[in-house]
Each structure stands twice: as structure tokens, then as C-alpha cells.
């Protein structure tokens, strides 16, 4: 009969970290979710996952086309190469899901006369196994692709495998910053032929840059996924905690290379380039650089038809002076964000040990918002009641009637009439109060949280960009 969890909480003769890890492997093998069990008992990725995941999707013909310069009749030949890819793909893992099955009742009837390393060995065997096939299986796609080129599409080849190895692996990152696609940026900027030539050299060297650094991650990943389920089946949290920090530095490495490519291309765009390092930061940190409510509702207020030249003058003006107390509060939260995510791992490694070994103060649930002392968040609090004089002093500009005609209508008290008896970001009414400020903007009009436009950094207007944060054009 087949392992299932309800089957393996009975198991009661086999050890708890024994029982824990079959847990995990029979949820992957019975219900095909492809989730390392390591990783999410110390607190991060891991690269398990990726087993389950095609090396090549029918999505990357595109990519074959354009960096390879395929030719027309080219096509259905390779797309019949990916068809036989995926038909094998598929088949084994189907066989592998089996092979776990077997190797899981197994290590149930092992693990009374033998130890934890013997049971995981079994267990891990046939995913250690798939793992070697699935990678000779894209040798051979890569193999029967390249026969089919000429001389000129092969001297593209080394910068196709660059491409797909940026496409498959640089959105499996971790940390803010990791998974920016440069390339993606510098498309959506529709950049003028001469800007093309002048970003050539650096994005070459950034392209080849970044590809080490992902090379590096996926060679790490896999020794250190090893690892970390050692780690696991022992109950090591000390030991998963430190492998956790070895993970980092080279996801790190990757986010590094991205810094040094935003550099590199924003000093080669020279005007643009501030536009090119906001729309990169922007992509690679979306939770930093987002519109602020405050700086939303200043931009529904300029476009009200009823303004008079003089409440114009004084939002613009306004607009101004707040984005760049915004931008300022950005980078705050930005710095506290890189310092503060490449520790998160450890940090819930050991809250997992401090639960299971019942240590006060380790309650799994508490509010990530009531902890004013995380620099982060005490960053963001204080971003938040940043915005609350700005409000009140817009509301000052404008008339009943024309708050009235903002989306929603804004007919809340200001924020001054609304302040407690501290107003420190740091203290509950402090925090409530910046919570009633912000929540109390009117969303923009026609949008939804998702459907925003994301582009603007630090909530300021800029030249040379249609930023979310440049004024609504003023009706004639």
C-alpha cells in the first residue's frame, strides 16, 4: 500500500525526523508539488524544485529564432526536437514519481533496523538518479539543435546558452534586486539607434558578468540543496542555518551583478541614465518603489478642471517638495531591504528551533508590522506618516466642493485633528495614525492595486520619463 501522509502519522515506531521528511517526500510524490523539503524547514529556497522542471519550454523557440537567426524551414525542425524533448521529459518524471512511491515504502520497512542516513540515501536515490538523466537529456536536445546550424548561426551559440541560461534561471531568486531583468528594462525604454550603440559594449560585459554569477548560484545550489537535506533529516538547525548563509552569498553574487550592470548602463545612456537606474530599481525592488497613496491623491487633485492658476502653482509645487521627501524615504527602505533579506533565512531557521525547542517569545504568528524595532518596517512606518502633513497641506489648497470631486470623494478630518498623544512611528498610535492617512486615499481613478503603473521611483517628477508620479495633464 502506498505511503500517504495519513499512513505516515501513524507511524509511530519510526523517529519524528524520519516521519517529517517522509511527510515531504510523499506530498511531492503523490501529489506532484515540487517543493524541497529542506528549504522550507530552514527557511529558503532550495533547488529541488527545479527536478520537476523542464530545462527547455516550448516559449524558448522564440528565444532560439532570435538569437540563433533561425531560418523559416529551420523551425519545424526544431520544434519537433522539443517535442520529442518534452514527450521524454515527461515520461520520467511520471517514472520518477513512481520510483519515489517504491523507495518510500521501503525506507518505512528499513527504518526500524537502520539509521536515518540509510533511510534518506534510499529515498533520495532515485531523484539523485533523475537528476543526472534530466540533464542528459538537455545534452542531447542541446546536441541535435546545434547539428541543424550553419557557420554563422554557430559562432551565435555561445550567446543563445548566455540567453536561455539568464531566461531559465535568473527568475529563481530570493532577494530583491536578484531576479532584474536588465535586458527587459532597456526593451521597455525603446531606446533611439544611437543609444543602442552606446550601450553595446556594457551590455556585453554586463551579459557575461551575470552569467557567471548564475552559473555559480546553480553549481552552489545544488551541492548546498544536498545539504540542506542532510541538515533536515537530523534535525540540524544550527547546520541548516549556516548552509542558509552560504546560499545567500551566492544569490548575493547575483545581485551584485545586476548593481554593477545598472551602473555600467545608466553611465553609457548619459541622460537617460537616471531613467534607466529608476526603472531598474523599480523592477528589481516593486515593494520599495511604489507610489506613495499621498503623492496618488496629489496627482488626482492637479487634474481637477476646477483648479484656479493658483492652487496649480501651489500643487506643483507641492508635488515637488513631496517626492522628494519620498525618494529619500525610498532609499531607506531600500538600504534596510539589502542588509536586513539576506539575514531572513537564518532568522527563520531559528525560530523553528526556538518553537521546537519551546523557547518563550517564539510564537509562529506575531505581526511582522508589530515589530517597530526591524528596520525595515520601522522604515516603511516611518514613509507612511511621512506623508500625512503633505496630505493635510494639500486638502488646505483645495475647496469642500473640489475634495468633494476627487475619485471617492476625500471628506475624512486631516491628519492633524486626527493625531494622538504620540505620534511616533514607533508607538501603536503612532503607527494607527500613518494607518488612517494612508488608508483613507482614494485609489486612482480607472485602476486597482495590481493595475498600477509601477514606474515611478520616489514618487517625484521627472524629466525625460512618464512616471507614475508626473502631474495628470491639466485640462484646457
Known sequence: MPLTPSRIARLDHI?????????????????????????AQFGGRGGFAQAFQPDIMQ????????SLGLEEWQRPIVEALLQD??????????????RMKVASEDAGKIAKSNGGDAVLEKIMAPLNSWRTEKAQMLDKFMSDLKSQLGPQQLERWPSFERALRRERLLPDGDLSGESVDLFAVLTRM??????????KQPLAAYELMLDEALVTRTSSMAVLDRELSDAMTSM?????????????????????????????LAAALGDRGDEFRTRALEAGYPDVFRPHPVMILMQQAYALPSLSPEQTAQIDA???????????????????????????????????????????????????????TDPV??????????????????????????????????????????KPDSDSPDTPKGRRAAKVAVESEAPVAGTTGKGRDQRALGDSKRSGSKSQAEPAAKPE
Open 15 to 39: 523517529a519524528p525526523r524520519l516521519r517529517a521528511l517522509f511527510a515531504a517526500i510523499a506530498m511531492v510524490t503523490l501529489a506532484g508539488v515540487a517543493t524541497s523539503p529542506a528549504s
Open 59 to 66: 516559449r524558448d523557440v522564440t528565444l532560439m529564432t532570435s
Open 85 to 98: 524533448y518534452m514527450s521524454n521529459f515527461n515520461t520520467g518524471v511520471e517514472a520518477l514519481k513512481d
Open 190 to 199: 525603446q531606446l533611439t539607434p544611437a543609444e543602442q550603440d552606446a550601450v
Open 236 to 264: 540540524n538547525y544550527e547546520r541548516g542555518a549556516d548552509i542558509q548563509d552560504k546560499v545567500m552569498v551566492v544569490r548575493i553574487g547575483v545581485r551584485s551583478a545586476n548593481d554593477a550592470g545598472i551602473e555600467l
Open 318 to 372: 507641492l508635488m515637488t517638495e513631496f517626492g522628494t521627501a519620498c525618494r529619500e524615504a525610498n532609499m531607506k527602505i531600500y538600504e534596510a531591504v539589502r542588509v536586513d533579506q539576506p539575514k531572513a533565512p537564518r532568522k527563520r531557521v531559528q525560530a523553528a528551533a526556538d518553537r521546537k525547542s519551546g523557547a518563550a517569545g517564539s510564537a509562529p504568528n506575531t505581526p511582522q508590522g508589530a515589530n517597530s
Open 377 to 418: 518596517v520601522k522604515a516603511r512606518v516611518e514613509r507612511e506618516t511621512m506623508g500625512a502633513p503633505f496630505r493635510d497641506r494639500l486638502l488646505a489648497i483645495l475647496t469642500d466642493e473640489q475634495k468633494a470631486e476627487l475619485p471617492g470623494g476625500v471628506k475624512v478630518e486631516s491628519a492633524e485633528a486626527q
